[in-house]
């Protein structure tokens, strides 16, 4: 998974609480708090982020991290946690 993680890590395209935010502030707070919690380290080939506690028990967040992996001469697309909603707030994911 690190490997996959290492070779396939675009960019961080969204982080977007759907539901529950409350107030924008309080849903710009949110993606600023997991913004920050953001890391990636290429020699191990490792990203981490941790979903903020704060969020609401009705929030959802979507997470979305894309990107390309090499398959002999061509590349195939890749999409992270497309189908996970299911985050848990506090939680961290390595």
Not at 13 to 22: E, M, N, Q, R, W
Request: hydrophobic share 40%.
């Amino acid at each position: 998974m690190k490997r996959l993680l290492a070779l396939a890590l675009g960019l961080l395209l969204a982080c977007i609480p759907l539901a529950g935010c409350g107030e924008e502030k309080t849903g710009q707070k949110l993606v600023d708090q997991f913004t920050e919690s953001v890391f990636y380290d290429p020699d191990e080939g490792e990203l981490r982020f941790t979903v903020p506690k704060d969020t609401p028990a009705d929030g959802v967040w979507t997470i979305l991290c894309s990107g390309r992996l090499r398959m002999g001469d061509d590349f195939m697309s890749w999409h992270g946690f497309q189908d996970v909603t299911d985050w848990e707030p506090g939680g961290s994911l390595r």
